[in-house]
């Protein structure tokens, strides 16, 4: 492949945020007026691939948009960003991704999202991209696209090299092949538990640090190296199953106007450092830099971090 020094690749979903700003959010059958609306580019995958490439990857994603005019402003954006577009894919009988979302005055959120042409990404196309798969040094999938095609995804990544990162989210039913084929999980905290009740493990009361340890064990134990739980602002918890080690990250504090695609920035920024040699413990830790920089602005791909921003930040915190 014609990149020296490996390349990050990012498959999902691309959305078209519309955002409304509340003081609160709304409860249901509850109307709340005097918001602020904003339109911004979205989608899990392409937040993470920006966060990627903005933290010093080369960075190509796959996808599938519409051919409307969302779609275009999605597929320019990334292109302007710097990411490789040769590979997303158009979608003629579907429109682009939609996600609405409310913020409140914390920056705590809530989605919806219509998938669209995201929906739409097959078995069958991501076939046709073997060869960027098997030879990427990091992969990311999230689950804003089929079930099926991201078995596929995983399936084709395990004849290769690369780090294959799951993020479980939104968290739907995970077949056993695709947890057998991935190298890294990161869940949220809920995300964990449900994820752990979904494989049929016997349910655990509560959520303490107790259950997490022995969730991420359990999960573990079917195939999985690396378990990291995102935690909010209690930072996240990395269990490394060959060393059997749990490690506490803590959050950096800062104050929260905008959590929207902080996940992403973490997930993205994380198989960035990944993909240029960084350990585990030492790139969760940039992750966690820059998604304290996401969530104090506002919009998803906006907000993402330069690497020089999240250097200096790092080197504040833990040089």
């Known amino acids: 492949m014609p990149y020296k020094n490996g390349y990050v690749l990012i498959i999902g979903s691309s959305n078209m945020d519309l955002n409304i700003y509340l003081n609160r959010l709304p409860k249901p059958g509850e109307t709340v007026t005097g918001g602020?609306?904003?339109?911004?580019?979205?989608?899990?995958?392409?937040?993470?691939?920006?966060?990627?490439?903005?933290?010093?990857?080369?960075?190509?994603f796959i996808g599938k948009i519409g051919m409307d005019p969302f779609g275009e402003q999605m597929r320019s954006q990334l292109e302007k960003e710097g990411i490789n577009v040769d590979h997303i894919l158009r979608e003629p009988y579907e429109a682009s991704g939609i996600a609405f979302i409310m913020i409140d005055q914390s920056g705590e959120n809530m989605i919806s999202v219509a998938p669209g042409a995201n929906a739409k990404l097959s078995p069958e196309d991501v076939?046709?991209?073997?060869?960027?798969?098997?030879?990427a040094n990091s992969l990311v999938v999230q689950m804003e696209i089929p079930i099926e095609t991201i078995e596929e995804i995983f399936k084709i990544a395990s004849n290769g090299k690369s780090i294959k990162i799951l993020n479980p989210a939104p968290l739907k039913p995970i077949p056993l092949e695709i947890i057998k084929n991935i190298?890294?999980?990161?869940?949220?905290?809920?995300?964990?538990?449900?994820?752990?009740?979904?494989?049929?493990?016997?349910d655990l009361p509560g959520r303490d640090e107790e259950n997490l340890v022995r969730a991420s064990q359990d999960i573990a134990g079917l195939g999985v190296d690396t378990i990291i739980t995102t935690l909010g602002d209690q930072g996240s918890l990395i269990y490394e199953s060959e060393k059997e080690t749990f490690t506490k990250i803590p959050a950096l504090k800062v104050k929260a106007v905008d959590t929207v695609g902080a996940g992403d920035c973490f997930n993205g920024v994380l198989a960035s450092k990944l993909n240029q040699g960084e350990n585990i413990i030492n790139a969760v830790k940039y992750a966690t830099v820059a998604a304290s920089i996401a969530v104090t602005r506002r919009g998803a791909q906006e907000s993402m971090p330069?690497?020089?921003?999240?250097?200096?930040?790092?080197?504040?915190?833990?040089?």
Do not use: M, V
């Open 127 to 135: 076939q046709s991209k073997s060869d960027l798969i098997i030879n």
């Open 306 to 319: 330069y690497l020089h921003e999240i250097k200096k930040k790092y080197n504040q915190f833990y040089i």
């Open 183 to 202: 190298d890294i999980i990161i869940p949220n905290e809920g995300e964990l538990f449900r994820l752990h009740s979904l494989l049929n493990f016997k």
């Open 36 to 60: 602020r609306f904003k339109q911004f580019l979205g989608g899990k995958g392409a937040n993470q691939a920006i966060a990627s490439l903005r933290s010093g990857s080369t960075t190509i």
